[in-house]
């Protein structure tokens, strides 16, 4: 049974950081491409980053570009994202979804399976 489970949300002060993590089960993770996403209160889910099958090319949002970073570990079936200089407006549901293939192309209309999400609270 396809299974993604995020951790480590939390709440974090304005300039502060945490790594999320996306555990995967019920499919070889190396064969598929991982986004990750958010959907802040009141707002639509968007594309945050995304991670081809053999971590050799990302994509990140304008949003979040040289503050967060995407990465895995095939070996560990988990895919992470590292969130540094945490913003009031980062404050959202962070959820991983596997995409339908090995690449980000289009990873926003590309999702092939989300998972449960976890929630990051950025305030002082």
């Known amino acids: 049974q396809l299974q993604l489970v995020e951790s480590g949300g939390g709440l974090v002060q304005p300039g502060g950081s945490l790594r999320l993590s996306c555990a995967a089960s019920?499919?070889?993770?190396?064969?598929?491409?991982i986004g990750w996403f958010r959907q802040a209160p009141g707002k639509e889910r968007e594309g945050v980053s995304c991670?081809?099958?053999?971590?050799?090319?990302?994509n990140y949002a304008d949003s979040v570009k040289g503050r967060f970073t995407i990465s895995r570990d095939n070996a560990k079936n988990t895919v992470y994202l590292q969130m540094n200089s945490l913003k009031p407006e980062d404050t959202a549901v962070y959820y991983c979804?596997?995409?339908?293939?090995?690449?980000?192309?289009?990873?926003?209309?590309?999702?092939?399976?989300w998972g449960k999400g976890t929630l990051v609270t950025v305030s002082s």
């Open positions: 019920g499919f070889t993770l190396r064969y598929y491409a």
């Open positions: 991670i081809s099958s053999s971590g050799g090319s990302t």
């Open positions: 979804a596997r995409q339908r293939d090995y690449y980000c192309s289009d990873y926003v209309r590309n999702v092939y399976y």
